[in-house]
């Protein structure tokens, strides 16, 4: 069974710090890696989706990248704002089952 | 476009009864699937649908039944509710192919009692 881990579990920045948040999962088979932004109380908004074959991709001032042989992702978020506070969720799919990562709760100081 | 909806946002049930919570997108996709959220576990797959007619299991699905009689709906029924149960659930849809992209509806909370 797919397992996804997210480190850390929480993280709080002064606001127009670069930073990144880590995702590894256990079995490098898959279809590809979503990263999805959590506001409190609220659904998942896509972020990034990064195809097994791709290496990274890039909307605004985040970048996402993928080492399938080792099992990690990272999510790179550019000169951080306070707007940027919320918890990051990592998903991988495996054909038709996702599994998700327990997220990283983000906090950027103004 | 609507993406996903789901109804109702809130729910609070006694032990025992039951429910049934919808789930529609208009994108005409054809996977559609159910996660529940809790807190320290991250989202777990309940069931799934590749398509009108065809069903599946996920990681979690004893407790919830699943049906598929349209491209555009997938509820999720709780036949007899149990306090385990309470959670936030969330349904998502995608096209077929599994390298697409997954859109979320905005959940519902239940709350068993």
């Known amino acids: 069974k797919q397992e996804v881990t997210q480190i850390p579990a929480a993280l709080s920045v002064p606001e127009g710090e670069n930073l990144v948040l880590n995702c590894s999962f256990t079995d490098s088979a898959i279809y590809n890696l979503q990263w999805f932004r959590q506001d409190p109380g609220k659904g998942l908004t896509s972020l990034l989706l990064?195809?097994?074959?791709?290496r990274e991709q890039t909307s605004g001032r985040l970048n996402a990248s993928l080492d399938k042989s080792s099992g990690r992702s990272t999510l790179y978020i550019a000169a951080s704002q306070p707007g940027d506070s919320a918890t990051y969720l990592c998903a991988v799919g495996t054909g038709n089952q996702f599994y998700f990562g327990t997220g990283t709760s983000l906090t950027v100081i103004p | 476009n609507a993406g996903v909806t789901q109804t109702p946002k809130f729910q609070v049930l006694k032990t025992g009864q039951s429910m049934t919570l919808q789930c529609a997108q208009d994108?005409?996709?054809?996977?559609m699937s159910w996660y529940r959220q809790d807190p320290g576990m991250g989202l777990r797959l309940i069931h799934y649908s590749v398509g009108a007619g065809i069903t599946d299991q996920g990681e979690v699905p004893n407790g919830y039944n699943v049906s598929r009689s349209t491209t555009e709906d997938f509820p999720l029924r709780l036949l007899s509710a149990a306090p385990s149960q309470t959670s936030v659930y969330f349904c998502?849809?995608?096209?077929?192919?599994?390298?697409?992209?997954?859109?979320f509806g905005p959940g519902t909370r239940l709350t068993v009692l």
């Open positions: 994108m005409n996709h054809e996977y």
């Open positions: 998502a849809s995608r096209g077929w192919e599994g390298y697409n992209e997954q859109f």
């Open positions: 990064i195809q097994s074959s791709q």
